[in-house]
Nanobody
Framework: QVQLVESGGGLVQAGGSLRLSCAAS????????MGWYRQAPGKQRESVAA???????NYADSGRGRFTISRDDAKNTVYLQMNSLKPEDPAVYYC????????????????WGQGTQVTVSS
């Protein structure tokens, strides 16, 4: 079984920064694409940023220029550096990973973390 555990959320003033982390654990053979999503109350979950196994990145318009996604494959961890946080950024931020793991046999699946809350005060 693969588990994703996020950390780093919290309360920050507008204009401030937070760094989210997401560590994957389990019988992992390879982590392919990793990404961050967010969901604000009453809204659908939306993509924030993603990074491929080769290091290619893409960002939603909402975070482009302010957010940076990175990964440390030695630690099976993905990060989201969020700068210049705005009042519209508060949400639960979720980590997502496409993982090949040993689960009975070898299988590839999509996994989610439990989420971490980001709150921005104005």
């Amino acid at each position: 079984q693969v588990q994703l555990v996020e950390s780093g959320g919290g309360l920050v003033q507008a204009g401030g920064s937070l760094r989210l982390s997401c560590a994957a654990s389990g019988s992992i053979l390879r982590i392919h694409r990793m990404g961050w999503y967010r969901q604000a109350p009453g809204k659908q979950r939306e993509s924030v940023a993603a990074i491929t196994s080769g290091g290619g990145t893409n960002y939603a318009d909402s975070g482009r220029g302010r957010f940076t996604i990175s990964r440390d494959d030695a630690k099976n961890t993905v990060y989201l550096q969020m700068n210049s946080l705005k009042p519209e950024d508060p949400a639960v931020y979720y980590c997502n990973a496409d993982v090949t793991a040993v689960r009975g046999g070898i299988s590839r699946g999509d996994y989610w973390g439990q989420g971490t809350q980001v709150t921005v005060s104005s």
